[in-house]
């Protein structure tokens, strides 16, 4: 990508039809945009559950014992927050990436869509508007959530 074009991409993510349950980036350039430097992308993932042998007390042990760790030491990816809904059985994710280009990174480490048995049935790609940090008891995001505490909700 040449400078010019940096941090003027729209990524959205796109699921392809077949049974690899691959899903590709589709990158499209915008003549303007207000990219660059700070300019970050945010995706967002969801399943539900309801068709899937996975429950979301199954995936918080998926979580404890490698997801968070893999996803941890993710080239490009500053944060990756899951959330659940136990009673709907919804499962689903936030990206924050560096770039639309490193995005394609997650399925290196993902195992996830063979532990549902099928795609998310919700995805979205985003260009990050803005962001705030507010004052909070918790210092650091990493290793907080219920999952990790090995609770249930």
């Keep these: 990508m040449t400078p010019s074009v940096r941090g003027c991409v729209d990524s959205t993510l796109d699921f392809m039809c077949s049974t690899s349950w691959r ?3 589709r990158r499209r350039s915008h003549s303007v945009c207000r990219g660059g430097v700070g300019a970050m992308y945010l995706s967002i993932v969801m399943w539900d559950l309801k068709k899937s042998e996975a429950t979301v007390e199954s995936l918080r042990e998926y979580l404890r014992d490698y997801a ?27 990206y924050l990436w560096d770039s639309p280009e490193q995005m394609p990174g997650l399925y290196k480490v ?44």
Excluded: C, N
């Excluded at 795609?119 to 210092?139: C, R």
């Design 68 to 94: 968070v760790d893999a996803y941890s030491a993710l080239d490009g990816m500053r944060l990756k927050a899951w959330f659940s809904d136990s009673a709907r059985q919804l499962w689903g994710a936030v």
């Design 110 to 153: 993902s195992r996830v869509i063979d532990l549902i048995g099928y795609p998310p049935t919700s995805v979205g790609g985003f260009t990050l508007e803005a962001t705030a940090e507010g004052k909070s008891v918790h210092e650091t995001l990493a290793g907080l959530g219920i999952a990790l505490e090995g609770g249930t909700q």
């Design 23 to 25: 899903v590709r980036l």
